[in-house]
C-alpha cells in the first residue's frame, strides 16, 4: 500500500513538472503571437527590452564576480599586512 501511494505522488509529481512545462510552452507561444500583431515600434521595445534583460543579468554576475575578487583581496591585503606587523614586532624586541 505504502508503495503504491508513493508511486503515485511521483507520478503526480511528474504530471505537474510537464503541465508546468507544457504552460510556460503555450504562455511564451501566445506572447510571440500576440507580438506579431503590434507594431514595429512596439516590437522593437519589446525586443530592446528583453536585450536589456539578459544584458542586466551579465552585469549582475560581473559585479558578483568583481566582489568576490575584492573579498579575496580583501583577505589577502589583511594576511599580509598581519605578516608585516608581525615581522615589525619581532624586529622590535630585537
Do not use: P
Request: net charge negative; with cysteine; glycine share 2%.
Amino acid at each position: 500500500e505504502e508503495y503504491y501511494r508513493e508511486a503515485l505522488k511521483v507520478v503526480r509529481e511528474e504530471n505537474q513538472k510537464l503541465f508546468d512545462s507544457h504552460m510556460k510552452l503555450l504562455s511564451e507561444e501566445a506572447l510571440k503571437n500576440a507580438v506579431g500583431y503590434l507594431d514595429k515600434d512596439c516590437r522593437r521595445e519589446i525586443e530592446e527590452h528583453e536585450w536589456l534583460k539578459e544584458e542586466v543579468k551579465i552585469y549582475r554576475k560581473e559585479e558578483s564576480d568583481l566582489k568576490a575578487s575584492v573579498q579575496l583581496l580583501e583577505e589577502e591585503n589583511i594576511s599580509l599586512v598581519a605578516k608585516l606587523i608581525d615581522i615589525k614586532l619581532q624586529h622590535l624586541r630585537v
